[in-house]
């Protein structure tokens, strides 16, 4: 079973979020008559179903991978050049 899961880590994990997210889109609004702790847990948790999405869908090369089975090269920008101090003298 467990390998099952490691090789369809990306399945599962679309899976788990269309729950997490159904499941939040699914509470009631609060009315008039909700408790402030019902309030508090609507909004925090509209909250964290909306930014656990952008947050994954992030670019990273573990991403692209995941989604495609290609590798990222990683790049290392070039150092800017070094100035020998006689910039700007004749």
Same mark, same amino acid.
């Given at each position: 079973m467990?390998?099952f899961f490691?090789?369809h880590?990306?399945?599962?994990?679309?899976?788990?979020?269309? #729950?997490?997210?159904?499941?939040?889109g699914?509470?009631?609004?609060? *009315?008039?008559g909700?408790s402030?702790?019902y309030?508090?847990?609507?909004?925090?948790?509209?909250?964290?179903?909306?930014? #656990?999405p *952008?947050?994954?869908a992030?670019?990273?090369?573990?991403? #692209?991978?995941?989604l495609?089975?290609?590798?990222?090269?990683v790049?290392?920008?070039?150092? !800017? !050049?070094?100035s020998?101090g006689?910039?700007?003298?004749?």
């Amino acid at each position: 079973m467990g390998a099952f899961f490691q090789a369809h880590q990306l399945a599962i994990g679309v899976a788990a979020m269309w #729950l997490v997210s159904s499941a939040i889109g699914a509470m009631p609004t609060p *009315r008039d008559g909700s408790s402030v702790m019902y309030e508090f847990w609507f909004k925090f948790l509209q909250t964290i179903g909306g930014a #656990l999405p *952008r947050l994954m869908a992030i670019y990273s090369p573990t991403t #692209l991978n995941a989604l495609t089975g290609q590798t990222a090269k990683v790049t290392v920008p070039p150092n !800017p !050049p070094v100035s020998d101090g006689s910039a700007g003298t004749k």
